[in-house]
């Protein structure tokens, strides 16, 4: 059985580190606001991917009320929405937020209980009746390759090892300008 010091010492240490997010969460910030962290997490490892993946496009967040694309990428006068989706490795189920149509690409990504990524898929929009929108109880594939292609979602887009090369491993994610 736990002790009662270890859990309220790691409940303890993740308050002080939420509260520490949610102050990292200003305008402009990388780190998006909202509620749910890990949501938010895999949106800031998006966003520098994006940034670092797309150098010549301009990213914009689509803001934290905004259910259909996080990020709106527009390089030489064409727009791509994308909807990010992000599944910790404390999830039992690795089942998703409900996916909002209207995005262009979805991004899938996956983090270890670190917060580090540990999977990531770009998956296409899908070409089907706009009714069966908002999809419920998709399940992210596991951390190591390529996932299942649906009926309707297509998870075999597997970029785990591109997006790691976007996202460094140290403090400094983004290069300086």
Known sequence: ????????????????????????????????????????????????????????????????????????????????????????????????????????ELFVVSLDRNFRPNGFWIVPAPDFEAGAYPLRGVRAPAPGGPGPVGPILDFSRDLYSKFMRAIPPGPDLLPEK
Not at 3 to 19: K, L, R, V
Request: net charge positive; proline share 5%; charged share 20%.
């Open 1 to 104: 059985m736990n002790d009662y010091s270890e859990i309220h010492t790691a409940i303890a240490g993740y308050a002080g580190a939420y509260a520490k997010l949610a102050d990292l969460q200003r305008e402009n910030s990388l780190l998006p606001p909202g509620r749910q962290k890990t949501d938010c997490i895999g949106e800031f490892y998006a966003h520098v991917y994006l940034l670092k993946a797309r150098p010549l496009a301009v990213v914009t967040p689509g803001g934290h009320s905004n259910k259909v694309w996080d990020f709106r990428v527009s390089d030489a006068g064409h727009d791509t929405l994308v909807q990010v989706k992000t599944v910790s490795g404390y999830s039992a189920t690795r089942v998703l937020s409900p996916i909002h149509r209207g995005w262009h």
